[in-house]
């Protein structure tokens, strides 16, 4: 078991971890936490951030009452400050049998070591973490929890996982919006190989709930440059059948597809305010997450 | 549509050649699993029918392009001035089949010009139109077709070689199948042949040639369309001229004593009188002999006293008619009894016979050797004395051998059959006893071989007893028996002369083993044998022989002349040789342009070269259409392998 447990540990990206854990990764919501942290929160409380004066109504707490301005002015105001807390990351990982496909790092294994890395830095600015298996059955969810030893067990159900099975991302990410009551961080990662309608329901659902949204999208080489020249017979991964065909002749129109499809997503998750992420599998996972975390700044700025 | 290579077009099977490879590419592909395979699906359904429009038409014109390929290789014929023939209606190739024997060389017009002169100049007036056609020539010497960079070259005299005047015949059947055959062979398209020849009978062969018309009919049906052949009309009237034939030359110890025909033809307005030059070992005699109008014949001597024992000499008319037909060269060599070689399976018959011919040093006659029958000292031999079986090869041996001047006795064979030369049949065999013996009745007894003796004795025929005769079919006899039927004939075959007894010198045939008339009669044909001028060197111009002769000089004429073309005295291989022009050039017999048709059948009919009338061809090529159409497919295909310009943007983007 030791053995086994030390390996799953190379899920995280020691390279990321270096250059990433010094800033924390701030979300561009309020978030609702149980404790503080350093997100913003949707309620006033104790902080350094001052929020605004407010008119005292009586009845309120007078030890909240500025009176230095009472001093000045003869006039009863409340001094309120930004109340901050930690979020509830919600990691979801696609686990059907597309995501299998990429050499040499197919697209299941890159996206444990992204979710395990994003998992360890969340953990570690005090955020609760939790984790959603995206399976054709036996989905697997480990409940946000923000103790550290959540890495461990987080690693303990990546390491097995397969990718199997036809996806159920889109009913998959419907109940993650139902069963999260409070707002949070959900963070998908899969190849979004749906229709676009379905997706751009999910996502919608999700926002509506006030949740942060972030997607990435994992795709080989392969799939992005389609360089095959001989006829090939392609096989679907998800039992969809075979094609035999000439890829030279349908490679322009499949790139148009491939593009439009994320060109798709991406402009939907700009109208509701999701973040969106293509990654190709070649790409480092610190090479990711440095964009990921440079962009998350931007916008929080 | 017809094809100069019909081959080629099996290589229309490497049209397919594309669909093929696309085939066996499809049943050779590779598995892929593959996880967007949506978008596959919807890349192949929305580009499906304009890729699979593309890609059949890429496809069907690499195989039109292919197939256009094989066409141009096959070479394709429509027929007249198609619009699809795309090139000037100019035929390939321009042959001249140029007949080089001596009669050529007779003047063909009023003016002073060769019918071979003539020829060319029509020849050169014909290709003028045609610039881009090639030209060959073919002559009747060489028989080895070339080409001509520049019409101009066939009046240059660097080309003299193959375009002037010969001493020799010609073989027109023979040149003109080696042409057509050399044609077909090398697949020649469109071809005008014309064939310059004076149409001398000689020249076409007779029915020897009939096998060689019958190629060249098969050949000319078979080129009907792409091939014309005509005649350049030469046999027009012919203008004055004289010729020179010497028939025969006799040769005693100290004397040459030529026997000449001397001709005049058209004797319109004939000459009295001729300028001749006699020459011997170079020194010339001039003579003005007087002529009759039309054949004059004319003995002259030349004397061999003070002259060296091998020499040469000659005879020609100082006339300008015509080069060819003008002179006779000999040679002559030491005079002396000629070798006798007797042939015999008989012992007894074979020492009687070579008893009976031994020379005036009192050597008997040499038994011929069956195996050196062929080689040169054979040839030398002035008389053979054959008796009995003999095989064909031999029989054709001493065939040659009569011909070129020998002499051949014969005797009766045991049966009729046992011989066959080609010029001589047997009767049956007749016998009879003792009592009723065969007699000799009468013989010419002032003249010939069995005349009386100088003191007036007979040669004793009357005492000839024949129990066992069988009488030669040919030649005039000169003694007969009782009954009628030749004792002895004779016969002229070729140059030379054929004595036939009809009885065995043997006991049981007859009394001419006790040689009072065999020896005398042996012996006097010897003599006369001896008389006959030894021209067994001597070759006739453009014959195969003198072909063959690469080491040679010229004796008569300080100018290099070459013993394949010209008459003349040459030394080959040490020997003095005269070379004369075949003696069938003086014939005057035409062949005529139905004589020609009617051996031709199946040909269409030939006609006389027409400058009024130049041919159109009934098939023009197209193969330059088909190339177009090749290039104009792979353009196609090239185009059609563009990638669409919104496709490449969109590639770039991604």
Not at chain 2, 81 to 91: C, D, E, G, R, V
């Given at each position: 078991m030791p053995r086994r447990r030390n390996s799953y540990f190379s899920y995280l990206d020691q390279e990321s971890l270096s250059r990433i854990s010094g800033e924390p990764l701030l979300s561009k919501f309020s978030m609702e936490g149980s404790v503080s942290g350093h997100h913003r929160s949707p309620h006033k409380g104790a902080s350094v951030e001052f929020s605004e004066y407010r008119e005292y109504t009586p009845g309120e707490d007078p030890k909240r009452m500025d009176w230095k301005v009472f001093g000045r002015s003869d006039r009863y105001y409340l001094k309120e400050f930004e109340a901050e807390t930690n979020l509830r990351c919600h990691l979801a990982i696609d686990c059907s049998a597309s995501m299998s496909f990429g050499e040499p790092v197919n697209k299941l294994e890159y996206a444990k070591k992204l979710t395990a890395t994003l998992a360890y830095i969340y953990l570690g600015q005090g955020d609760a973490v939790g984790l959603h298996t995206i399976q054709n059955k036996n989905q697997k969810v480990i409940p946000t929890k923000r103790n550290p030893a959540q890495v461990q067990e987080i690693l303990e159900v990546l390491g097995p996982l397969k990718a199997k099975g036809k996806t159920n991302l889109i009913q998959s990410l419907h109940e993650i919006a139902e069963s999260s009551k409070m707002r949070g961080l959900i963070v998908v990662i899969s190849?979004?190989?749906?229709?676009m309608d379905p997706i751009k329901h999910a996502i919608t659902h999700l926002r509506d709930r006030k949740h942060d949204v972030v997607l990435f999208q994992l795709l080989d080489k392969q799939e992005i440059e389609f360089s095959f020249e001989r006829p090939t017979r392609f096989i679907d991964l998800e039992g969809e059948g075979s094609i035999i065909t000439e890829p030279t002749l349908i490679r322009d129109e499949y790139l148009k597809r491939m593009e439009e499809h994320s060109m798709a997503i991406n402009e939907h998750c700009l109208e509701c305010e999701a973040s969106f992420n293509r990654v190709s599998t070649v790409q480092s996972i610190s090479e990711t997450l440095n964009s990921f975390s440079s962009h998350r700044r931007e916008i929080t700025s | 549509m017809s094809f100069l290579q019909p081959i080629a077009l099996w290589g229309l099977l490497l049209a397919l050649t594309p669909l093929i490879i696309h085939l066996l590419n499809l049943l050779r592909h590779r598995s892929q699993p593959w996880a967007a395979t949506r978008f596959l699906l919807q890349a192949r359904k929305s580009s499906s029918r304009i890729s699979k429009i593309k890609r059949w038409l890429t496809l069907l014109m690499r195989m039109i392009a292919l197939a256009c390929l094989c066409f141009v290789i096959a070479r394709p014929m429509i027929g007249g001035?198609?619009?699809?023939?795309?090139?000037?209606?100019?035929?390939e190739m321009l042959v001249l089949i140029l007949d080089r024997s001596a009669s050529m060389d007779t003047g063909a017009n009023s003016n002073l010009k060769s019918k071979r002169e003539r020829a060319l100049e029509i020849f050169e007036q014909f290709v003028e139109p045609w610039p881009e056609s090639k030209i060959a020539l073919i002559e009747s010497v060489y028989e080895e077709p070339f080409f001509l960079s520049e019409i101009q070259a066939l009046t240059d005299s660097n080309f003299e070689d193959f375009t002037g005047q010969t001493d020799t015949s010609s073989s027109l059947a023979r040149t003109l199948l080696k042409t057509l055959e050399w044609m077909k062979k090398t697949q020649v398209g469109p071809a005008e042949i014309l064939l310059a020849s004076d149409m001398q009978r000689s020249n076409w062969g007779g029915n020897k040639s009939s096998n060689q018309f019958s190629r060249i009919d098969k050949i000319l049906e078979q080129k009907k369309d792409l091939w014309t052949l005509k005649i350049i009309p030469l046999t027009s009237k012919s203008s004055y001229n004289i010729s020179l034939r010497v028939n025969k030359i006799a040769r005693t110890k100290e004397s040459i004593k030529p026997s000449l025909t001397l001709k005049q033809s058209k004797p319109t307005n004939p000459l009295n009188s001729v300028d001749i030059q006699k020459s011997l070992n170079g020194e010339s005699e001039n003579l003005n002999l007087k002529i009759s109008s039309d054949y004059t014949k004319w003995h002259t001597t030349f004397n061999l006293k003070k002259q060296p024992e091998e020499g040469w000499g000659s005879i020609k008319l100082n006339s300008s008619f015509n080069k060819s037909d003008d002179h006779y060269y000999f040679t002559y060599r030491k005079n002396s009894i000629p070798q006798v070689g007797v042939l015999s399976l008989d012992p007894v018959i074979e020492n009687v016979l070579r008893s009976a011919a031994q020379n005036s040093d009192g050597e008997i006659a040499e038994p011929l050797i069956l195996e050196n029958l062929d080689n040169q000292n054979t040839t030398l031999r002035r008389m053979v004395i054959q008796q009995g079986a003999i095989a064909k090869a031999v029989s054709e041996s001493l065939d040659k051998f009569v011909k070129q001047g020998g002499t051949l006795v014969l005797f009766p064979p045991e049966n009729k059959n046992l011989n066959n030369y080609p010029f001589l049949s047997w009767q049956d065999l007749e016998e009879r006893n003792e009592d009723q013996a065969f007699t000799i009745q009468s013989w010419s007894k002032e003249d010939g071989v069995l005349k009386n003796f100088a003191d007036g004795a007979s040669i004793g025929l009357d005492y000839l007893s024949v129990l066992k005769r069988m009488v030669p079919n040919q030649g005039e006899a000169l003694a007969y028996y009782g009954d009628g039927k030749a004792f002895l004939s004779k016969f002229t075959h070729g140059n030379g002369l054929v004595y036939a007894f009809s009885t065995l010198p043997l006991d049981s045939w007859s009394t001419l083993k006790d040689g009072y008339i065999l020896v005398p009669s042996i012996q006097r044909i010897m003599l006369e044998s001896s008389s006959v001028m030894d021209s067994s060197n001597d070759l006739i111009c453009g014959s195969e022989e003198t072909k063959n002769i690469f080491e040679y000089s010229c004796i008569d004429l300080p100018e290099q002349k070459k013993p394949t073309l010209h008459a003349g005295v040459y030394k080959i291989n040490g020997k003095l040789t005269a070379i004369n022009r075949p003696l069938e050039e003086l014939d005057k017999e035409i062949f005529t342009l139905s004589d020609l048709n009617s051996k031709l059948p199946n040909s269409p009919t030939l006609e006389e070269l027409n400058e009024s009338k130049r041919s159109t061809f009934k098939r023009s090529e197209i193969w330059t259409s088909f190339l177009y159409l090749c290039l104009a497919f792979l353009l196609g295909e090239s185009l059609l392998g563009i990638p669409r310009q919104s496709n490449r943007k969109q590639m770039k983007n991604v």
């Open positions: 190849d979004f190989f749906e229709e | 001035n198609s619009f699809f023939s795309l090139s000037s209606n100019s035929p």
